[in-house]
């Protein structure tokens, strides 16, 4: 591997690390990951110019062309990309310092021409195809997943009621000017300057993930957290009640549960989120309460019964 990257980018390596599928390595005091490009490879050519452009205004992960002005090098019947990291602060290291909320607010801020072909805003449509997707995987693997097959109704549950959330919401309240597209990212547990996971949806999209993502970090400044957030960006009630529709669709037990039929974990890993499911549903009313504070929204039945 080390000869292509040498070949196609002119680069000599040092320091080569590899993690999961991603190769690290520096280079003359930069720092490079080469990796699989397992995108769909009619967006490359979005990704790339959305990358350029916001590269003129922030610090951000920058595409590396190969020497044949190529985005993507083939190899071994696999596309690869070369990333040079620009910001090498690490989603860790925004949620140690707290720096998540200010950073996604300040990247959904920037005006950027919209890109139609990297959007992401029919959530109730990828849900439902999900949930079918998932119920029946484990059909075929109930035997080697007894812990899945035990808890997966509850969350495919939950899925369910976030989808009639949100298409009700839809339903009964129109958007505003703040529910335009903006930048977002697809997985907020990855590097939220990488160019691969930014995409454009609603601001809701990662301030839901980073709420979800703040339980399972035992956050206990959350709540301190948002109303500093909320100072600063304005939500309509649309806005607010997608937003507590994607936090109460489960896609923490969903991306993990993806992880171990892939054989990248372990099932058991799961135990600690099952675990939590009383915590949890304490801490999803917990916010509905907040939100309830200055937004009429509609309760969650089953969420407020089990409160009393």
């Known amino acids: 591997m080390e000869n292509i990257i040498n ?33 769909n490879i009619n967006l490359i050519k979005d990704i790339y110019n959305l990358n350029n452009y916001l590269s003129t205004i922030i610090l951000i992960d920058k595409i590396i062309l190969n020497k044949y002005n190529e985005i993507l090098t083939e190899y071994n019947n696999n596309l690869y990309i070369l990333t040079l990291i620009n910001n090498k602060t690490s989603i860790e290291d925004l949620i140690y310092n707290n ?39 484990i059909g075929q693997n109930e035997k080697k997943y007894p812990l899945i097959r035990e808890s997966l109704d509850y969350y495919i549950g939950m899925a369910e009621n976030a989808i009639s ?19 977002a990212h697809n997985n907020l547990n990855h590097s939220l300057f990488d160019p691969l996971n930014i995409i454009f949806d609603h601001k809701a999209r990662d301030l839901a ?22 100072f600063y960006n304005r939500y309509s009630l649309y806005g607010i009640r997608v937003l507590y529709a994607r936090v109460l669709y489960p896609s923490y037990y ?5 992880k171990i039929l892939r054989g990248e974990n ?43």
């Open 254 to 258: 969903f991306k993990l549960y993806d």
């Open 266 to 308: 372990e099932e058991k890993e799961l135990t600690p989120i099952i675990s939590r499911i009383n915590e949890y549903e304490d801490y999803l009313y917990n916010l509905f309460l907040y939100l309830n504070k200055y937004y009429d929204i509609p309760s969650v039945d089953w969420l407020k019964k089990t409160r009393y």
């Open 7 to 39: 070949y196609y980018y002119n680069i000599t390596i040092e320091n080569i690390i590899k993690q999961n599928d991603n190769l690290y390595f520096s280079s003359n005091g930069n720092k490079y990951c080469f990796r699989i490009f397992s995108n």
């Open 209 to 230: 993930e980073y709420i979800k993502l703040s339980f399972f970090n035992n956050n206990k400044d959350i709540f301190k957290e948002l109303d500093e957030y909320f």
């Open 99 to 137: 720096k998540v909320l200010p950073t996604i607010s300040n990247l959904s801020n920037i005006k950027v021409p919209e890109t139609k072909a990297l959007e992401r805003n029919n959530w109730e449509i990828l849900w439902g195809n999900m949930i079918d997707y998932y119920e029946m995987q």
């Open 165 to 183: 959330y949100l298409v009700n919401t839809k339903k009964e309240v129109k958007k505003e000017n703040s529910d335009n597209m903006v930048l």
